[in-house]
């Protein structure tokens, strides 16, 4: 399932990030660019819910034995996706509710959000900053395992701290 774009080197993906439709790409690409910067080897694809339940099905009972460690599923409105492929594997989902134009994504964040007691997902916000912060998750999920990837992860936080602390004057 993997091609050669899916990871910054050629290593086995230890992340998969789907989503429902090619449109959630502009949100679910900022998990990706934070994946790409942590080091974390990782695919991407297009699996709906809806559209190829079948695909879904078979992507997540093939996850886990594929060597994915956590999976990134993004999607809108009746954001179904993250909730079935959570049903399916026991690999951590983490779900990310892209924005809807109709109900600017209370809709999507809802319906990854209210899961049943027994089948967890770990909602993130709505749209960038949620994918974002599944990638920067993920990458702190797989720190224990992987020192080098806990160690990109200690720098970009470390950076980010230094960023604010060196304009700290909203001014300038
Ligand atoms: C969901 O429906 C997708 O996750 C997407 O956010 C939303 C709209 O899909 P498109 O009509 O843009 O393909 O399944």
């Not at 200690?154 to 060196?166: G, L, M, Y």
């Amino acid at each position: 399932m993997a091609s050669k774009e899916d990871a910054p080197n050629a290593a086995a993906p230890l992340v998969g990030i789907v989503m429902g439709s090619r449109s959630d790409w502009e949100t679910m690409q900022h998990a990706a660019q934070k994946l790409d910067a942590l080091g974390v080897p990782h695919e991407v694809r297009i699996v709906s819910a809806h559209r190829t339940p079948d695909v879904l099905f078979d992507y997540a009972a093939t996850a886990q034995s594929r060597g994915l460690r956590a999976i990134i599923a993004g999607a809108g409105g009746a954001a179904h996706l993250p909730g079935m492929l959570a049903a399916k594997t026991a690999v951590p989902v983490l779900g990310v509710p892209v924005q809807s134009k109709a109900l600017n994504g209370m809709d999507s964040l809802l319906s990854i959000v209210q899961m049943p007691a027994g089948i967890p997902v770990a909602t993130f916000a709505i749209g960038n900053a949620g994918a974002a912060n599944a990638a920067l998750f993920a990458a702190a999920l797989l720190a224990s395992s992987h020192p080098q990837i806990g160690a990109s992860l200690e720098a970009f936080r470390s950076r980010q701290t230094d960023d604010v602390a060196n304009n700290d004057d909203p001014r300038k």
